[in-house]
C-alpha cells in the first residue's frame, strides 16, 4: 500500500527550536584593550610586583637583606608620619571644602543663559589640562616674596601690611598650596556639577517661581537634594586628591619650610629616592594605599547612605 505524503511540513513549536548563536561583537573590546594592557603593565604589575621588596632592605646599590617586618615596626619610631599624617589630612579636608564651594558656585553662575558662556567655561577648565610643573612652576612665581605678583600687587594698591613670604612662612605655606591646587582642579568639579545642573528638570524650577520662592529656597530645596549623587562623586574625588597630593608640594617646597607641608606621598618619595631607603618606603606605600582605600570606602558609603535617606 502506497504511503501519500501532502507536501505539507509539520510546524515545529518556538519551544523546541534549536537556538541561535548570538555573534559577539569585538569591536568594543579591541578598542579598550591598549587601556587595559596598560594599565595593567604600569599599575596592577608593579603594585603586586614590588610587594617583596617591603619585606627588604635595600638601597639601590648592595644587595637586598631579607629583614622581615621591620619596615612596617618601623614606621612606628619615624617622627615625620605623624606630621605629614597631620598635613595631608588639613591638605585634603582644605581642598575638598574650596574645591566643592568653589566649583558649585561656579556651575550654578555659567548654569544660566550668559553671553559667552562657553568661553568662561573653557577658560576655567583651562588649568585642569595643564601640566603640574607649569602649575607648580607658575605659583611659585605668583607668590615669590620679592617679585611675585600677589606681593606686588599688595604693594600697588597700598597693601603693604598684608605682603608676607607665602612659601616660606611655615603658618602660611600650607594654605597658599591650598589655593594652588584648588586653582588646578575646581574647573574638572565645576564640569561635573554643571552636568549634574543640566539633567535637573527646569519645570521644577518654573513650578517654584509660580510659588513665589525665592532663588535660595530653590536651591535649598530643589537644586541640591537633585545635585547630591553628584555631589557624592565630586567629593569622593576630591578626597582621593587630597590625600594623594604630591606634585605641588614637590615643585613648590619639597615639604619645606620646616616640614610645614610634608604631606605622606612627599615623605615617602624622599625616603625612597633621596635616603635611598627603598624598602621603607615601600612598606609605607603599601599601608598608606590601604589606609586611603579603606577611607574611601567609608567615606562613599557614609555619603550615599545619606542620599539614599534624603
Known sequence: ????????????????????????????????????????????????????????????IEPPVFVGVDNFTRMF???????????????AAGTVIMKTALSLFTALLLNQALRGRGFYRTTLFTPVVMSFVVVGLLWTWIFNAQIGLVNSL?????LDFLIQDWLGDPHISLPSMLVVDTWRWYGFHMVIFLAGLQTIPIELYEAARMDGASRWRQFANITLPLLKPVLLVNVTFAL?????????????????????????ALHIYIRGFKFYKFGYATAMSYVWAVFITILSIIQ????SRNTDNN
Open 300 to 303: 562613599f558609603r557614609v555619603l
Open 240 to 264: 582621593l586628591g587630597g590625600f594623594n597630593a604630591f606634585d605641588i608640594p614637590y615643585i613648590m617646597t619639597e615639604g619645606g619650610p620646616a616640614n610645614s607641608t610634608l604631606v605622606m
Open 1 to 60: 500500500m502506497a504511503t501519500v505524503t501532502t507536501g505539507l511540513r509539520k510546524r515545529v513549536p518556538d519551544s523546541v527550536k534549536k537556538p541561535t548563536r548570538r555573534r559577539t561583537n569585538l569591536a568594543p573590546f579591541l578598542f579598550v584593550l591598549p587601556a587595559v594592557l596598560f594599565y595593567f603593565v604600569f599599575k596592577i604589575v608593579p603594585m603586586f610586583g614590588g610587594l617583596p621588596l617591603a619585606f627588604l632592605r635595600w638601597d639601590g
Open 154 to 158: 599688595m604693594h600697588a594698591l597700598g
Open 77 to 91: 619610631e619615624d617622627e615625620l608620619i605623624p606630621l605629614a599624617l597631620g598635613n595631608n589630612i588639613k591638605y
